[in-house]
Each structure stands twice: as C-alpha cells, then as structure tokens.
C-alpha cells in the first residue's frame, strides 16, 4: 500500500498542550476543539479595519474602566476554543487564567474582521463559542470586502438580538461600553472596487 495516498487524520492535542506551545511560538495558532488552527495573515484592509475600530471605539471610553486589547490577546471561550478576536473590549476588570496575564477570561466585546476566505471557520465554528460566554454581551462581525457588520447583542441568557448594518450612515450602538460607532468610520479609507470610504465620526 502506498501510505503516501492514505489521508492523514490531524492529531488531536490538549488546551494545556497548545498553550505551552502557543506561548513559545513566534506565530499565532487557535485552538478549536482539540485542532491547532494557523491563524490567516492579514492583508492592508483588514489591518485599517481593525486600527478604524479601534480608534473610534477606544477615543470613546475615556472614563470607563475599560481594557481594549488588539489583535494579539489569547481568550479562552467555552466549548474548548482558545482563540485570538482582531479586537476585544473588557468593561470592568480583566480576568486571567494565570500570572502570564496572556489568556483572558472575561471579553465584554468581541470583534472579528472576516473575508469570503474566513467566514466559514469564524462564523460557524467560533460564534457559537462567543454566544455561549456568560461575560460576553456583544458581538461584531465586521466583513473585509464589503459593507456589512453583523451585531449580536445579548438580551438575557437565552435571547440575542441580531441586527445587519450595510449602509455608510448606518450607526451601531454598543450598549455595553456605552459608545456609538458608524460604518464610516469603521471602513475609512477601505477601498471597495475603485470606490473609497470617507469616515464621519458619529458624536
């Protein structure tokens, strides 16, 4: 038999085993379900798309005890996910797994930047995962190559509302933070086809 032609079913491994590797890693890998997962590099739109967000949301929480980590915050979720959002937002005080402080445990905001190439693996595998997190009470999907954000907000333990926002005008309200954000501002300066976004910031 050739074992070459035989497909290879991917080792599983422990949380405990991917973080010990994960945190002498020089790259980014998530772990979902016992699978290490690379995470996908990040091309200019989803790199402006995250810094837009970030920059219009955090310039509104002076005053707030919040923490906004970017990009690089290890979180770990239920249903044995570990795995890096392109944006969180911690309304009070963070929590960690460890004195490492590199594994959070209490996000109150999640943002994910997804593309035509992600969107299976970070709408179906991890939203279910950030839906079942008692500490979270919003979710953003902000899409990379088209206007869309898709806003879950938690009513109770039980019921989100879900709400889409496709126009330049449209403004999300993140109750939770108590802060407003427009789509403009979020896709300033990204390019879809030859047309620009220009941001309006919302008061």
Same mark, same amino acid.
């Given at each position: 038999?050739? =074992?070459?032609?035989? *497909?290879?079913?991917?080792?599983?491994?422990?949380?405990?085993?991917?973080?010990? +590797?994960?945190? +002498?890693?020089?790259?980014?890998?998530?772990?979902?379900?016992?699978?290490? /997962?690379?995470?996908?590099?990040?091309?200019?739109?989803? +790199?402006?798309? !995250?810094?837009? #967000?970030?920059?219009? /949301?955090?310039?509104?929480?002076?005053?707030?005890?919040?923490?906004?980590? !970017?990009?690089?915050?290890?979180?770990?979720?239920?249903?044995?996910?570990?795995?890096?959002? @392109?944006?969180?937002?911690? +309304?009070?005080?963070?929590?960690?797994? @460890?004195? &490492?402080?590199?594994?959070?445990?209490?996000?109150? !905001?999640?943002?994910?930047?997804?593309?035509?190439?992600?969107? $299976?693996?970070?709408?179906?595998?991890? %939203? =279910?995962?950030?839906? #079942? %997190?008692?500490? /979270?009470?919003?979710?953003? %999907? !902000? &899409?990379? @190559?088209? %206007?869309?954000?898709?806003?879950? #907000?938690?009513?109770? #333990?039980?019921?989100?509302?879900?709400?889409?926002?496709?126009?330049?005008? @449209?403004? /999300?309200?993140?109750? $939770?933070?108590?802060?407003?954000?427009?789509?403009?501002?979020?896709?300033?300066?990204?390019?879809?086809?030859?047309?620009?976004? *220009?941001?309006?910031?919302?008061?």
């Amino acid at each position: 038999m050739n =074992e070459k032609g035989v *497909s290879q079913v991917p080792k599983k491994t422990t949380a405990e085993e991917y973080l010990a +590797n994960e945190r +002498n890693s020089s790259t980014r890998n998530e772990f979902i379900n016992g699978r290490v /997962i690379p995470r996908s590099n990040s091309n200019r739109w989803h +790199n402006l798309i !995250v810094t837009n #967000a970030t920059i219009a /949301i955090g310039s509104r929480l002076q005053g707030h005890k919040c923490d906004v980590y !970017v990009s690089s915050m290890r979180v770990k979720l239920q249903n044995n996910v570990i795995c890096y959002p @392109d944006l969180i937002l911690v +309304n009070g005080e963070p929590s960690f797994t @460890d004195q &490492k402080l590199d594994l959070l445990q209490n996000p109150t !905001v999640v943002v994910e930047i997804f593309s035509a190439k992600t969107e $299976s693996s970070d709408k179906s595998e991890k %939203m =279910e995962s950030y839906l #079942a %997190m008692d500490s /979270i009470k919003e979710c953003l %999907m !902000v &899409k990379e @190559d088209g %206007m869309r954000v898709e806003h879950y #907000a938690r009513q109770n #333990a039980k019921q989100w509302v879900y709400r889409i926002y496709n126009e330049r005008d @449209d403004v /999300i309200s993140l109750e $939770s933070v108590q802060c407003k954000v427009s789509l403009s501002e979020i896709y300033s300066q990204i390019k879809f086809g030859s047309a620009e976004i *220009s941001s309006t910031a919302v008061n």
